[in-house]
């Protein structure tokens, strides 16, 4: 048999007792070591993916429930009456409103809209007046007809509502003035 290998004493440090095969080993060590790191981190990485991916699978199953429950097919022949039951104080019901004689489910915007929102008073009516005049109070409307720049708010209110929410349908014929 040859005789063991002898490395020489390392010869970049004055006064080191180390030799190459120490350094080796040290070497595999750290190498061994970072492998350890990555392959922790990699599992880790995938563990927190598939944690993600069930979250936003769970998230975007109950945004489809909710999109569900508060869909309301369009039709014609609404009553003032009928929306009174969406007027944002069950939250497990859409929120209706109608402007100029249209409908609007707003339930996307609930934090306005429903119960104790800014604009709760909107909700469950017919808020074409209401708009049309930029108030939120019943008692500031004095019921005459209203002027041209009021019927531009109005359109421009229906303008935004179209744009924004679903449409619902009409108010029956008889309802409309």
């Known amino acids: 048999f040859p005789p063991p290998r002898v490395f020489p004493r ?12 120490d350094t080796v080993v040290t070497w595999q060590r750290r190498l ?7 392959a922790v981190y990699l599992i880790l990485s995938e563990v927190k993916h598939l944690f993600d991916e069930w979250r ?9 429930e909710l ?11 609404w009553k003032p009456e009928e929306l009174k039951e969406f007027d944002g104080s069950n939250p497990d019901r ?14 996307r915007s609930r934090h306005m809209y429903g119960a104790g929102g800014a604009y709760m008073e909107l909700a469950g009516r017919d808020a074409t007046r209401l708009l049309a005049k930029q108030s939120l ?12 720049a009021e019927l531009e708010s109005m359109r421009n209110w229906k303008d935004y509502f179209t744009s924004k929410y679903d449409d ?3 108010l ?3 309802v409309m003035h």
């Open 10 to 21: 390392c010869a970049l440090h004055v006064g080191c007792t180390s030799s190459m095969g």
């Open 168 to 170: 619902c349908g009409s």
């Open 94 to 107: 859409p929120i209706l409103l109608a402007i100029d004689g249209k409908v609007f489910n707003v339930w």
């Open 32 to 38: 061994k070591h970072a492998a350890v790191g990555l």
């Open 137 to 148: 109070d019943e008692s500031e409307d004095d019921g005459a007809p209203l002027t041209e």
């Open 172 to 174: 029956c014929q008889s």
């Open 56 to 64: 936003w699978s769970r998230l975007l199953r109950r945004r489809k």
């Open 67 to 77: 999109e569900q429950r508060m869909h309301v097919s369009p039709r014609n022949d």
